[in-house]
Each structure stands twice: as structure tokens, then as C-alpha cells.
């Protein structure tokens, strides 16, 4: 039992949001609860068990950066490390690991157990207790009242969660949780803007009933990229992927029975994501393609669950069956659990402010996939955002921003909170304008500087930070001392200009096709410098120019982030505005230029419009 | 917000001059000088008094707010065009409470604020005002409808497709969606870069529009050039003579040629000069008619001249009216022939400017380079091997030249640009 008493921070779930905006309020000092239905369900994997991706792993690396759990839970917990995009260019290469389902949820649980100021409640929460407009606590299922200061909501797809098996509907959250109805209920009653969307899973498949002598192996990287800033290599034993296809036959009963998937036969009425497409999908857009791949990924070290990637879906469970086993090397495959599709409600993320502050409730956070994003990293990178700011205020504190030029979690918020979604919201790398600069090797060098300053950064990391930038100064340093004439260059196979200046060997870096051994044979101490700062030092100078250009575009981009829009400026009586405009301008009250030039449907008109509005009250007001 | 006035027409004596007046007390400023005003836009004749004493007679003009150029309430009073006449009126309205002289652009900057006008309007809106020739004035009324915007747009799209080819390779590597995309990007940035490139080799036609042609007369001493000059701009602007060498500087007209500005040029007669500044003359005179966009060769029968006719150059015999016989030939004395020679300029030019682009600004040829330049380097890229991000960086960046050509970014920059290029009143 616990005695009631009074949080800072009151977090509700414990998925991926939840946990990790548990711990960045704990982090930040914050005295903080953390309610979930049950204990041991705290980190628990409710979809495929991975972490990472592309844009996702950047994500992973910018929670790290600022001393979450994500990463370093993933780090323990990792079975296979890929590092994708290898052979592109380090910018879009996402880190990705295969997770043993148990040990990532035992490393969540044990990371949040070593957390102070952190008190895990289990229980139901039924309802939230409001204190004129303001969040003031919560009630849990049996009557016992919390108070505190803020709440974070993170309630996943329990609100309103409906899941399809072909005909078939359940109401619930994930396969057999219960749905908090109540607490649905009441959220609903406080007038804000929700949506559907729904997500699938494929089926889960009996490990031992795999013929895998018929199945392609895939097996991780031989030097594995690791998620923390603070881990070295992996820690538990490493496992191969399989890799199998979908072929003419499984097309075919996919194709017969498409009018029994719930998707088709016109069950579900929320919006899916365009990407991770289930094999219905596949098969009516794709029809041209008459294989798809299927990744095999092992749940666990001592679990025979198999994850099949690839092919979700929402038919019934005999046509399941029958699809899956037309497949090479699962013609005897026995289904441990149906592939589903659940249907949730989101509430719309323009209604959050840049710290995922309610705009209708004040101390009331909203963080992960009831805002309508999917994904461990994203739910994760939205948990510490909001566990940050509720911390922060809680006590009064300064709200903590993230930007698009400084952070995929600048990115994400930023796309949510100014453009809302309109399918499961996933990050991709495309998604970040200043790609190039945010780089998944570079996240601490970005973030953990502003994690040491608001004091969520523990004493270790810092440690760890101001070694590699020692070592990155150095090693730059050594690079930049010398500098060699064309012709030393060309003895060492290096085709210059001879006519060109001298150069250093930073220089070189940024030249196509210079490699370390001819670097090392100009200066012998460049192979002394440690490999993973080497290759950053390289991965800056493959950029640098295009970095130097994007500086006129991050600094165009912070002028109309500048550029502050009077929060009483009256749209609807500006000649020239489209009333559509002026509606959506008044709905989501832009505070500056860049971002009103967010919202959909704006046009550079209508911007040059608002600006000089702006200059002329300004200059209204300078002349009086 | 200040009631502002200013004189909208040119200055300098005219038969009439406008005087606009724009503000929520314009109408009351109206009043106070002008008595009762007629109904919105009817015109009436009105006495124009400060305090008592007659300033001058006005047709008044009153436009209602949201029906005027500026979108404000608006009195626009047609006084007599005298110097002194117009800046007794401007005195009487200074002395109106609340109302000041406008500053440069300021009309137009109210119309851009109250939603008249958007940015690339006011743009053409300042070529319209400028414009002295006919295909002047249609250029700008193109680009002031958007035209160019509208060609932008459809680059920008394509660059779109583009980036989504190659967000594609690089966001879903590990799923199976992504193919071989790099024949398609390639094909599309082949598309607008030759987009560009057209658009970009018609700008100089487009400047020629906006800044006039040159027109060189060129040919040996005493054939009759300054004769032909003076003949086609129609007054003595060139000394004649019959002493061989008498045009040593070069001498410029300004006029137009079916409907474009042109600017002729005498040049000294070519021929082997004893005299130090007579030489000087006639090499400075080959060197701008080297650069000059047209030639005429007036000839005097057979002679060679230091300089051959380029690739549509115009070559006719002069003093037809000497020598009949000669076809073709013109004479500035008599006149024969000159409507001939016109039509053959204006065949040229015109067929030269038929080429011509909408990007009739430097801003718009810088952007347009930049936009080409990165889809060329994006396309190395591709071709070559190299990291598919670089290439999508140089999409970005192409298509932000674009956004900015057209307004979308840096609008900051572009009001203070596209204002400050504004004279008072306009």
C-alpha cells in the first residue's frame, strides 16, 4: 500500500510514452507516480519486437542524448544490431536492433526502479480529477484519490480501442487488456478533437514449427552500432533473422477471401498508415508484384515466437492460416496468436502546445499514440518531451523546446502540434529538413549540452560527453595542424590541383574518395585517434558545405521563428485572408510567422499578408 | 493608422496632376477642402479651399474602403497639372489634421497590407508604371498575372516527385518498396533543368524588353549614317556633313520600333584614320557595335569594311537617292526606303524577342541559376554514384531558389527589396 500523497508529475501508462516520460520527470527531480494497469506489463513490446529504424533509431539516439531509457534498454536487451542505409551516407543511417521482448521489458522495469524519486502505482485510473480548468490529479478504481501538480496521458490505443479479426470485433486495447472506458469516457466530455485511425500486427507464429533449413538467414553487423552514447557492445548472445517471401499462392487467397478482411469488407472506419502496408494492402495496391519479403524476427532468446514481419493483417483466423502456410519454409507453421486489427481514437495533436500541454486543461500532458503517432521511438520521444515540461511545470519552470533545426524530437513535435496527422504518424528522415545536421553519431553533441543544462543529465553521461568532445577537439586539432602541398598530396595518391594551395587534412576529408590509409600516411598519429571519433570527424567533413549552406536556411527559418504574431491579431477582418484561412489561423493561433506557414493550405500570399500586418502595427506603435 | 496623401502622378508641369489621398480621414480631409463630395466613384468639379481662399479647381474622385487601390477609404483630386498649383494643394492637405505626406511605396505597401495586391503583382505593378513600349507593358502584365509563379510552381512540383523518388530509396531500404528509382529522378531533373535552361536563355531577350534594344549603324565614312539617323529618329540628332570623318563619338537615339524601345547608334565611319582621335572614335565605334543586338550595314557600293555583318544583320545600300538603280537602297535625305528598313528592324527584333522568357529580373535569374545549378548537381550525384542524401539536399535547396523566386520564403527580404524600389505616390 502506499499513503496518499501529493506528486509533481503523475504519469498514466506504462508503454513506451509513459515510462519514459516517467523517468525524464524523475530525472529532472520531479517527484513522480507512474500508474499502469499491472506492474509487470510496464515496457512491455506490444507490437514487433525492435527498436529503431530509419529516423526512428535518430530518435532513439536523441532520447539517449538527453540520458533516457529507451536506448539503453535496447542496448541490454539486444538479440541482432543492423545498422540500415550502410551504404548510403551516415546522415540517413538508422540503427536498429532485434529485441528480446522479456529482457527490454526486465531493463525498463529495472531502470525505473532505480529512479529516486519515482513511485510505480498499479492500478486502473477511472478518472481525472480537474480543479477549475486545471489538472489537479487522478481517481483510481477503487476509489483512491491522487493529487498532483501534472498529468501525463498516455494512453496508447486504450481509448475507445476496438480490434478486427475478419468479422470479428473485441473491444480493447492490445489482445487481453482491458480498455479504460471511464477514463475514455470522461476525456471525451472535455470537448477535445478526436479522430480514428487504426494499426495492424501480423500473426505470431510457433518458432519450432518452422522448416528454417528452407529459410534465407539474416544475420546482424559484425561490428553492431549500439543505440546509448554510454554502451560498448552487446551484452546478450546475438541471433540471425530468417528472411522468407510471399509467392503467387498466397496472393491468390489473400485475393479469394479479401472480401472477409475486415479492412476490405468495410468493418473499419479509421485511417491507416500508407507505409507497412498488411498483406491485404500488398496484394490489391501492389498487384504487379508477385513477391514481398517477410523478416522472420525471433521474439526472444528463450521464446520460439516468431514476428513476421510484413504481413499484417485483418483476415479471419482460418484464412490466416491458410495464407501463411502457402509460404516457403511455414507450410507446417502453427499460429501462436492471430494477426488483428485494432481501431483507436487520437486526439488531435493541434490541440497540444510545443511542451504537449493540453491547450483546454492546464498541467494535462498528452504523450505517444494517443496523439495519433505509431512506433516505440516516436510514443517514447513524445513521454520525455512532456515528463520534461510537466516536471518543469510543476515547479514553475521554463517550458523546454525542442526545434526542427536542432532535433528529430524538434521535428516531431513540430509536425504534430502545426500539421496534426492524418495517418499513424511515423518519422522518417525526409521528415527533417536539416537532415543532414542531424545525424543519428552527433545527438549528444546536440542535445546532451541542453540536458546538462536543465539538470536531466546524470553525472555518468556528462563524464562520458566531455571525454568524446576532449577527443573530437584533439583529433580535429591533430588534422588541422598540418598542411600539405599538392604534390606531397599526389605521392600519396591523392589527385589534386597543383596549382591549388596547401591544404590540411581536414580539408582533404571533405574530397570524394580520400581514404584513412592515405591520411595516415601524411600524418602517422591520425591512425592513433580512436575509430568512432575518426569516423564523426569524417562524417562532418562530408558534409561541412552543405552544412555552411543550410546556416542561411536555419537562420532564415529562426528569423520567422522570431517574427512573433500578436496573440489578439484579428484574422477574420483581414481583407485578403480567404475565410478558410482565416478559420484554420484563428483555430490554431500561430505565436510566430514560421508557424503559421505551417498550417495546410497556406499560401505565400497569405503570409506576406500576415507579416505586413505585423510591420504595421509595429510601426503603428513605434509612431505613437 | 495615418491618413496619408501624395502626388500619384509624374511630376513636373502636365495639364493634369493627381493627388491621392488614403486613410480612414481622407473623406473629412476631402471635405474640409472640397465642401460636399460626390457619391463614390462619380466624378464632380469642385473649388479647392483652405481656409476661404482658393487653392485651385479639382475633378474629385471618392472610392469607398475596400473599392479603392490601397483598399482604404481614398480621395483622389485632379488639380491642375503647375508646379505651383500642385504643391499649394499638397500644402493644404499637410495642413489637415492627421494627415502626412506618404513615404516612397507606401500606396502600394497598403494595398499589399489590405490584401489588393499580392508581392509578384506589385512587382509587375512597378514594370507597368516603368514600361514605355508596348511589349513593355505586355511582359509586365504576364508576370504581374503570375505567369512566371505559375512556371515555378510546376518545376517545383516535378522536384517534388523527385525528392519523393528518393525519400523512397532512403526511408523504406529496409522494407521492399524502394526499386531502382534513379532512371526516373534522372529523367525529371533532365526535365527541369531544359525547363530552366529555356526560361533562363529567353532572360536576356526578356531584359532586352525591359531595358531596349541597340541598334548600331555602321559603315564607311560619308555613306550617309548620321544622315539615316537623324531621318529615322526624326530630328537632328547627329551633326551632318559632307567632310568624311565628321561623327567621331558614338552617338545614341532612343525610339521605337513596332512597339520596342530601341536605341540607335552612329558610329564613325570605318577607314584607315590618320588622325589620333579620329581612330580612337572608330575603334570605340566597332567595339560597341560589336555588342550592340542588331547591325546596319550601310553600304556605298562594293567597299570592305574592318567588320563583317553577323548572322541576321541588316545590309543596304545607301543614297538611293543618287543612284536609283540600286535595290533596296535607302536615303536619310529623301526618305526612300526608311519604312522598308523599319519593317526589316522590327522583323529582327521581334522575331528575337518571340524567344523571350518572363524572367525579366536579376532576382529572378539568380534564382533560376541557383535552381538549375543544384538539380545539375543533384543529377552528378545520382550519375555518379555518390550519397543519395546529397542529392536530395541539392533538391532542397533547388527548390527553395524557387520559393523564394516566387515569394514563399524570406518575404521579409522581399517586401524591403520589392518597396524600396518604389518612388513616392505610385
Same mark, same amino acid.
Given at each position: 500500500?502506499f499513503?496518499?500523497?501529493h506528486?509533481d508529475?503523475?504519469?498514466?501508462?506504462?508503454?513506451?510514452?509513459?515510462?519514459?516520460a516517467?523517468?525524464?520527470?524523475?530525472r529532472?527531480?520531479?517527484?513522480?507516480?507512474?500508474?499502469?494497469?499491472?506492474?509487470?506489463?510496464?515496457g512491455?513490446?506490444?507490437?514487433?519486437?525492435?527498436?529503431?529504424?530509419?529516423?526512428?533509431?535518430?530518435?532513439?539516439r536523441?532520447?539517449d542524448?538527453?540520458?533516457?531509457?529507451?536506448g539503453?534498454?535496447?542496448?541490454r536487451?539486444?538479440?541482432?544490431?543492423?545498422?540500415?542505409?550502410?551504404?548510403?551516407?551516415?546522415?540517413?543511417?538508422?540503427?536498429?536492433?532485434?529485441?528480446?521482448r522479456?529482457?527490454?521489458?526486465?531493463?525498463?522495469q529495472?531502470?525505473?526502479?532505480?529512479?529516486?524519486?519515482?513511485?510505480?502505482?498499479?492500478?486502473?485510473?477511472?478518472?481525472?480529477?480537474?480543479?477549475?480548468?486545471r489538472?489537479?490529479?487522478?481517481?483510481?478504481?477503487?476509489?483512491?484519490?491522487i493529487s498532483?501538480?501534472?498529468?501525463?496521458?498516455?494512453?496508447?490505443?486504450?481509448?475507445?480501442?476496438?480490434?478486427h479479426?475478419?468479422?470479428?470485433?473485441?473491444?480493447?486495447?492490445?489482445?487481453g487488456?482491458?480498455?479504460?472506458i471511464?477514463l475514455?469516457?470522461?476525456?471525451?466530455?472535455?470537448?477535445?478533437?478526436?479522430?480514428?485511425?487504426?494499426?495492424?500486427t501480423?500473426p505470431?507464429?510457433?518458432?519450432?514449427?518452422?522448416?528454417?533449413?528452407?529459410?534465407?538467414?539474416?544475420?546482424?553487423?559484425?561490428?553492431?552500432?549500439?543505440?546509448?552514447?554510454?554502451?560498448g557492445?552487446p551484452?546478450?548472445?546475438?541471433?540471425?533473422?530468417?528472411?522468407?517471401?510471399?509467392?503467387?499462392?498466397?496472393?491468390?487467397?489473400?485475393?479469394?477471401?479479401i472480401?472477409?478482411?475486415?479492412?476490405?469488407?468495410g468493418?473499419i472506419?479509421?485511417?491507416?498508415?500508407?507505409?507497412?502496408?498488411?498483406?491485404?494492402?500488398?496484394?490489391?495496391r501492389?498487384?504487379?508484384?508477385?513477391?514481398?519479403?517477410i523478416?522472420?524476427?525471433?521474439?526472444?532468446?528463450?521464446?520460439?515466437t516468431?514476428?513476421?514481419?510484413g504481413?499484417s493483417s485483418?483476415?479471419?483466423?482460418?484464412?490466416?492460416?491458410a495464407?501463411?502456410?502457402?509460404?516457403?519454409?511455414?507450410?507446417?507453421?502453427?499460429?501462436?496468436?492471430?494477426?488483428?486489427?485494432?481501431?483507436?481514437d487520437?486526439?488531435?495533436?493541434r490541440d497540444?502546445?510545443?511542451?504537449?500541454m493540453?491547450?483546454?486543461?492546464?498541467g494535462?500532458?498528452?504523450a505517444?499514440?494517443?496523439?495519433?503517432?505509431?512506433?516505440?521511438?516516436?510514443?517514447a520521444?513524445q513521454?520525455?518531451?512532456?515528463?520534461?515540461n510537466?516536471?518543469?511545470?510543476?515547479?514553475?519552470?521554463?517550458?523546454?523546446?525542442?526545434?526542427?533545426?536542432?532535433?528529430?524530437i524538434?521535428?516531431?513535435?513540430d509536425?504534430?502540434?502545426?500539421?496534426?496527422v492524418?495517418?499513424?504518424?511515423?518519422?522518417?528522415t525526409?521528415r527533417?529538413?536539416?537532415?543532414?545536421?542531424?545525424?543519428?553519431?552527433?545527438?549528444?553533441?546536440?542535445?546532451t549540452?541542453?540536458g546538462?543544462?536543465?539538470?536531466?543529465?546524470?553525472?555518468?553521461r556528462?563524464q562520458?560527453?566531455?571525454?568524446?568532445?576532449?577527443?573530437?577537439?584533439s583529433?580535429?586539432?591533430?588534422?588541422?595542424?598540418?598542411?600539405?602541398?599538392?604534390?606531397?598530396?599526389?605521392?600519396v595518391?591523392i589527385?589534386?590541383?597543383?596549382?591549388?594551395?596547401r591544404?590540411?587534412l581536414?580539408?582533404l576529408?571533405s574530397?570524394?574518395?580520400? +581514404?584513412?590509409? @592515405?591520411?595516415? %600516411?601524411? /600524418?602517422?598519429?591520425?591512425? &592513433?585517434?580512436?575509430?568512432a =571519433?575518426?569516423?564523426? #570527424?569524417?562524417?562532418d567533413?562530408?558534409?561541412?558545405?552543405?552544412?555552411d549552406?543550410?546556416?542561411?536556411?536555419?537562420?532564415?527559418?529562426?528569423?520567422?521563428e522570431?517574427t512573433?504574431?500578436?496573440?489578439?491579431?484579428?484574422?477574420?477582418?483581414?481583407p485578403?485572408?480567404?475565410?478558410?484561412?482565416?478559420?484554420?489561423?484563428?483555430?490554431?493561433?500561430?505565436? +510566430?510567422?514560421a @508557424?503559421?506557414? %505551417?498550417? /495546410?493550405?497556406?499560401?505565400? &500570399?497569405?503570409?506576406?499578408? =500576415?507579416?505586413?500586418? #505585423?510591420?504595421?502595427?509595429?510601426?503603428?506603435?513605434?509612431?505613437? | 493608422?495615418?491618413t496619408?496623401?501624395?502626388?500619384?502622378?509624374?511630376?513636373?508641369?502636365?495639364?493634369?496632376?493627381?493627388?491621392?489621398?488614403?486613410?480612414?480621414?481622407?473623406?473629412?480631409a476631402?471635405?474640409?477642402?472640397?465642401?460636399?463630395?460626390?457619391l463614390?466613384?462619380?466624378?464632380?468639379?469642385?473649388?479647392?479651399r483652405l481656409?476661404?481662399r482658393?487653392?485651385?479647381?479639382?475633378?474629385?474622385?471618392?472610392?469607398?474602403?475596400?473599392?479603392s487601390?490601397?483598399?482604404?477609404?481614398?480621395?483622389?483630386?485632379?488639380?491642375?497639372?503647375?508646379t505651383?498649383?500642385?504643391?499649394?494643394?499638397?500644402?493644404?492637405?499637410?495642413?489637415?489634421?492627421?494627415?502626412?505626406?506618404?513615404?516612397?511605396?507606401?500606396f502600394?505597401?497598403r494595398?499589399?497590407?489590405?490584401?489588393?495586391m499580392?508581392?509578384?503583382q506589385?512587382?509587375?505593378?512597378?514594370?507597368?508604371?516603368?514600361?514605355?513600349?508596348?511589349?513593355q507593358?505586355?511582359?509586365?502584365v504576364?508576370v504581374?498575372?503570375?505567369?512566371?509563379?505559375?512556371?515555378?510552381?510546376?518545376?517545383?512540383?516535378?522536384?517534388?516527385?523527385?525528392?519523393?523518388?528518393?525519400?523512397a530509396v532512403?526511408?523504406?531500404?529496409d522494407?521492399?518498396?524502394?526499386?531502382?528509382?534513379?532512371?526516373?529522378?534522372?529523367?525529371?531533373?533532365?526535365?527541369i533543368?531544359?525547363g530552366i535552361s529555356?526560361?533562363?536563355?529567353?532572360?536576356?531577350?526578356?531584359?532586352?524588353?525591359?531595358e531596349?534594344?541597340?541598334?548600331?549603324?555602321?559603315?564607311?565614312?560619308?555613306?550617309?549614317?548620321?544622315?539615316?539617323?537623324?531621318a529615322?529618329?526624326?530630328?537632328?540628332?547627329?551633326?551632318?556633313?559632307?567632310?568624311?570623318?565628321?561623327?567621331?563619338?558614338?552617338?545614341e537615339?532612343?525610339m521605337?520600333?513596332?512597339?520596342l524601345?530601341?536605341?540607335?547608334?552612329?558610329?564613325?565611319?570605318?577607314?584607315?584614320?590618320?588622325?589620333?582621335?579620329?581612330r580612337?572614335?572608330?575603334?570605340?565605334?566597332?567595339?560597341?557595335?560589336r555588342?550592340?543586338?542588331?547591325?546596319?550595314?550601310?553600304?556605298d557600293?562594293?567597299?570592305?569594311l574592318?567588320?563583317?555583318?553577323a548572322?541576321?544583320?541588316?545590309?543596304?545600300?545607301?543614297?538611293?537617292?543618287?543612284?536609283?538603280?540600286?535595290?533596296?537602297?535607302?536615303?536619310?535625305?529623301?526618305?526612300?526606303?526608311?519604312?522598308?528598313?523599319?519593317?526589316?528592324?522590327?522583323?529582327?527584333?521581334?522575331?528575337?524577342?518571340?524567344?523571350s522568357?518572363?524572367v525579366?529580373?536579376?532576382?529572378h535569374r539568380q534564382?533560376?541559376?541557383?535552381?538549375?545549378?543544384?538539380?545539375g548537381?543533384?543529377?552528378?550525384?545520382?550519375v555518379?554514384?555518390?550519397?543519395?542524401?546529397?542529392?536530395?539536399?541539392?533538391?532542397?535547396?533547388s527548390?527553395?531558389?524557387l520559393?523564394?523566386?516566387?515569394?514563399?520564403?524570406?518575404?521579409?527580404?522581399?517586401l524591403?527589396?520589392?518597396f524600396?524600389?518604389?518612388?513616392?505616390?505610385?
Amino acid at each position: 500500500m502506499f499513503h496518499v500523497k501529493h506528486f509533481d508529475v503523475i504519469v498514466i501508462g506504462g508503454g513506451h510514452a509513459g515510462t519514459e516520460a516517467a523517468a525524464a520527470a524523475a530525472r529532472m527531480g520531479a517527484s513522480t507516480a507512474l500508474i499502469s494497469l499491472r506492474r509487470d506489463g510496464i515496457g512491455v513490446m506490444s507490437c514487433n519486437p525492435a527498436i529503431g529504424g530509419l529516423g526512428k533509431g535518430h530518435l532513439v539516439r536523441e532520447i539517449d542524448a538527453l540520458d533516457g531509457i529507451m536506448g539503453r534498454a535496447a542496448d541490454r536487451a539486444g538479440i541482432q544490431f543492423r545498422l540500415l542505409n550502410r551504404r548510403k551516407g551516415p546522415a540517413v543511417q538508422g540503427p536498429r536492433a532485434q529485441t528480446d521482448r522479456k529482457l527490454y521489458r526486465q531493463a525498463i522495469q529495472e531502470f525505473l526502479a532505480q529512479e529516486q524519486s519515482l513511485t510505480v502505482i498499479e492500478g486502473e485510473v477511472v478518472g481525472l480529477k480537474l480543479d477549475a480548468g486545471r489538472f489537479a490529479g487522478v481517481e483510481l478504481a477503487g476509489g483512491i484519490a491522487i493529487s498532483g501538480a501534472t498529468g501525463i496521458l498516455t494512453a496508447g490505443t486504450f481509448l475507445n480501442g476496438l480490434i478486427h479479426i475478419g468479422n470479428e470485433k473485441t473491444s480493447g486495447g492490445r489482445m487481453g487488456d482491458a480498455p479504460s472506458i471511464r477514463l475514455a469516457h470522461q476525456i471525451s466530455g472535455l470537448g477535445l478533437n478526436t479522430g480514428r485511425l487504426k494499426t495492424g500486427t501480423p500473426p505470431r507464429l510457433d518458432g519450432k514449427t518452422i522448416d528454417w533449413s528452407r529459410i534465407e538467414e539474416q544475420p546482424g553487423d559484425d561490428e553492431p552500432s549500439l543505440f546509448s552514447f554510454l554502451s560498448g557492445t552487446p551484452v546478450v548472445r546475438q541471433v540471425p533473422c530468417g528472411v522468407t517471401h510471399t509467392n503467387e499462392k498466397t496472393h491468390e487467397i489473400v485475393r479469394k477471401n479479401i472480401h472477409l478482411s475486415a479492412m476490405y469488407g468495410g468493418h473499419i472506419e479509421g485511417v491507416g498508415p500508407r507505409y507497412c502496408p498488411s498483406i491485404e494492402d500488398k496484394v490489391v495496391r501492389f498487384a504487379d508484384k508477385s513477391s514481398h519479403q517477410i523478416f522472420l524476427e525471433p521474439e526472444g532468446l528463450d521464446d520460439d515466437t516468431i514476428y513476421p514481419n510484413g504481413i499484417s493483417s485483418s483476415l479471419p483466423f482460418e484464412v490466416q492460416e491458410a495464407y501463411v502456410r502457402s509460404i516457403v519454409g511455414l507450410e507446417d507453421v502453427r499460429i501462436l496468436q492471430p494477426a488483428y486489427a485494432i481501431e483507436y481514437d487520437f486526439f488531435d495533436p493541434r490541440d497540444l502546445t510545443q511542451t504537449l500541454m493540453t491547450r483546454g486543461v492546464e498541467g494535462l500532458f498528452f504523450a505517444g499514440q494517443i496523439n495519433g503517432t505509431t512506433g516505440y521511438e516516436e510514443a517514447a520521444a513524445q513521454g520525455l518531451v512532456a515528463g520534461l515540461n510537466a516536471a518543469s511545470h510543476a515547479r514553475g519552470g521554463d517550458k523546454i523546446l525542442f526545434g526542427r533545426a536542432d532535433s528529430y524530437i524538434g521535428v516531431l513535435i513540430d509536425d504534430l502540434i502545426h500539421r496534426g496527422v492524418t495517418e499513424p504518424y511515423r518519422m522518417f528522415t525526409s521528415r527533417a529538413e536539416f537532415r543532414l545536421a542531424l545525424r543519428a553519431d552527433n545527438a549528444d553533441q546536440r542535445l546532451t549540452p541542453l540536458g546538462m543544462s536543465l539538470g536531466c543529465v546524470r553525472a555518468e553521461r556528462a563524464q562520458v560527453f566531455a571525454q568524446k568532445l576532449e577527443a573530437l577537439e584533439s583529433g580535429r586539432d591533430l588534422l588541422a595542424a598540418k598542411s600539405f602541398a599538392p604534390r606531397e598530396l599526389r605521392d600519396v595518391g591523392i589527385n589534386v590541383n597543383v596549382d591549388g594551395g596547401r591544404r590540411n587534412l581536414l580539408r582533404l576529408l571533405s574530397m570524394p574518395g580520400v +581514404t584513412r590509409e @592515405q591520411i595516415d %600516411r601524411l /600524418e602517422p598519429a591520425a591512425a &592513433a585517434i580512436d575509430s568512432a =571519433i575518426r569516423t564523426q #570527424i569524417e562524417n562532418d567533413a562530408l558534409y561541412q558545405q552543405y552544412l555552411d549552406r543550410q546556416e542561411n536556411d536555419i537562420a532564415a527559418l529562426r528569423r520567422e521563428e522570431e517574427t512573433l504574431i500578436p496573440p489578439d491579431l484579428e484574422y477574420r477582418g483581414l481583407p485578403g485572408l480567404s475565410g478558410e484561412l482565416a478559420g484554420k489561423l484563428f483555430a490554431r493561433r500561430p505565436e +510566430t510567422l514560421a @508557424q503559421a506557414g %505551417r498550417i /495546410e493550405g497556406m499560401t505565400p &500570399a497569405a503570409l506576406a499578408l =500576415i507579416l505586413a500586418h #505585423i510591420r504595421k502595427a509595429k510601426r503603428a506603435a513605434v509612431g505613437r | 493608422m495615418d491618413t496619408i496623401f501624395a502626388l500619384a502622378s509624374a511630376r513636373g508641369k502636365a495639364g493634369v496632376a493627381v493627388i491621392r489621398v488614403s486613410g480612414n480621414l481622407a473623406i473629412a480631409a476631402g471635405q474640409a477642402l472640397c465642401g460636399d463630395l460626390p457619391l463614390p466613384r462619380r466624378a464632380a468639379l469642385r473649388e479647392v479651399r483652405l481656409e476661404g481662399r482658393l487653392v485651385d479647381q479639382a475633378l474629385v474622385l471618392v472610392f469607398e474602403p475596400g473599392a479603392s487601390f490601397t483598399g482604404e477609404a481614398t480621395v483622389e483630386l485632379q488639380v491642375h497639372g503647375g508646379t505651383a498649383s500642385v504643391r499649394a494643394v499638397l500644402q493644404a492637405l499637410a495642413a489637415q489634421p492627421g494627415l502626412r505626406l506618404a513615404e516612397p511605396g507606401e500606396f502600394s505597401r497598403r494595398a499589399l497590407e489590405n490584401g489588393r495586391m499580392d508581392l509578384t503583382q506589385i512587382e509587375g505593378l512597378a514594370d507597368l508604371i516603368d514600361a514605355e513600349t508596348e511589349a513593355q507593358r505586355r511582359q509586365a502584365v504576364a508576370v504581374m498575372s503570375g505567369h512566371l509563379g505559375q512556371r515555378a510552381e510546376r518545376w517545383r512540383a516535378d522536384l517534388v516527385r523527385a525528392s519523393a523518388l528518393l525519400a523512397a530509396v532512403i526511408d523504406f531500404s529496409d522494407e521492399d518498396v524502394p526499386e531502382e528509382v534513379s532512371e526516373e529522378v534522372v529523367a525529371l531533373l533532365d526535365l527541369i533543368e531544359g525547363g530552366i535552361s529555356r526560361e533562363l536563355e529567353g532572360a536576356g531577350a526578356a531584359e532586352r524588353i525591359r531595358e531596349g534594344f541597340e541598334v548600331a549603324i555602321v559603315g564607311a565614312p560619308n555613306v550617309g549614317k548620321s544622315t539615316l539617323l537623324n531621318a529615322l529618329a526624326g530630328r537632328e540628332a547627329a551633326i551632318t556633313s559632307d567632310v568624311a570623318g565628321t561623327t567621331r563619338d558614338v552617338i545614341e537615339v532612343r525610339m521605337e520600333i513596332d512597339g520596342l524601345a530601341v536605341t540607335l547608334l552612329d558610329t564613325a565611319g570605318l577607314r584607315d584614320a590618320d588622325d589620333r582621335v579620329e581612330r580612337i572614335g572608330i575603334e570605340r565605334g566597332i567595339d560597341r557595335a560589336r555588342l550592340a543586338d542588331l547591325r546596319i550595314f550601310l553600304k556605298d557600293g562594293a567597299e570592305v569594311l574592318p567588320l563583317d555583318p553577323a548572322l541576321e544583320d541588316i545590309v543596304v545600300q545607301a543614297k538611293a537617292d543618287l543612284h536609283p538603280e540600286r535595290e533596296g537602297s535607302v536615303s536619310g535625305k529623301t526618305g526612300a526606303g526608311l519604312d522598308g528598313l523599319l519593317l526589316r528592324i522590327g522583323a529582327v527584333l521581334a522575331g528575337r524577342v518571340s524567344g523571350s522568357s518572363l524572367v525579366i529580373r536579376e532576382r529572378h535569374r539568380q534564382a533560376l541559376s541557383e535552381a538549375a545549378g543544384s538539380v545539375g548537381s543533384a543529377r552528378a550525384v545520382i550519375v555518379g554514384g555518390g550519397p543519395v542524401e546529397l542529392a536530395a539536399a541539392e533538391l532542397q535547396a533547388s527548390a527553395r531558389a524557387l520559393e523564394i523566386m516566387i515569394g514563399k520564403v524570406g518575404v521579409e527580404d522581399l517586401l524591403d527589396e520589392v518597396f524600396s524600389r518604389f518612388c513616392i505616390g505610385k
